[in-house]
């Protein structure tokens, strides 16, 4: 019998809670064991707005410890709204793109979407990776869908239309979720 895969990436804080119920039915990505994994606490992180710590994921353990055959080693269910190792979110992050996109320079459209509480620089840095992994995140999604025809001549912007006609159907407000979520890859872990 073939283990369920594991999702790398949910939609949401309830469906984070479901995937606890599974854990004993997944197979460990390190090892290849099923019947070892735990849940392993909240990954917590600052709120894009406010000081608070807000739950990003759930680390999960394989357990090595009285006398089970795990590997000992961790991983982590992500928020498809999570860009791992940044404060913004995806919506934030698209909303600000679309900005550009839309005419406003690169600093407007971040005080645009950031709502000015967020540093500028923080940013120009999100733009330089994501056009660092622009051509990455086209060829996977080519191979769900051809790209659309476009009249953008921002290569950037040519993959936000190509974003948002692979995913159709699910979370059209926010195609950098939705394709985290869908795929189980992270939006910068693609290059």
């Not at 599974?22 to 606490?41: D, F, M, N, V, Y």
């Not at 912007?157 to 974003?163: E, G, S, Y």
């Amino acid at each position: 019998m073939k283990c369920p895969q594991r999702k790398r990436f949910v939609t949401s804080e309830r469906e984070l809670e479901l995937s606890e119920l599974g854990l004993e039915l997944w197979a460990c990505p390190h090892c290849a064991k099923s019947g070892t994994l735990i849940g392993h606490g909240y990954l917590r992180g600052y709120a894009e707005r406010g000081s608070e710590l807000v739950v990003r994921g759930r680390r999960v353990f394989c357990s090595n410890r009285h006398r089970r055959a795990g590997c000992g080693r961790t991983f982590s269910v992500k928020l498809s709204t999570v860009i791992s190792g940044f404060v913004v979110s995806t919506l934030t992050l698209f909303c600000f793109a679309t900005a550009v996109f839309g005419g406003l320079t690169r600093r407007a459209a971040w005080l645009f979407a950031a709502g000015g509480g967020l540093c500028l620089s923080s940013g120009y840095r999100l733009w330089r990776r994501l056009s660092a992994v622009q051509s990455a995140l086209r060829a996977r999604l080519c191979r769900e869908a051809p790209a659309p025809a476009s009249t953008a001549r921002e290569p950037l912007a040519q993959l936000v239309q190509h974003l948002r006609v692979t995913s159709r159907g699910s979370e059209d407000t926010d195609p950098f979720a939705a394709y985290q979520s869908r795929l189980g890859q992270g939006l910068f872990d693609a290059g």
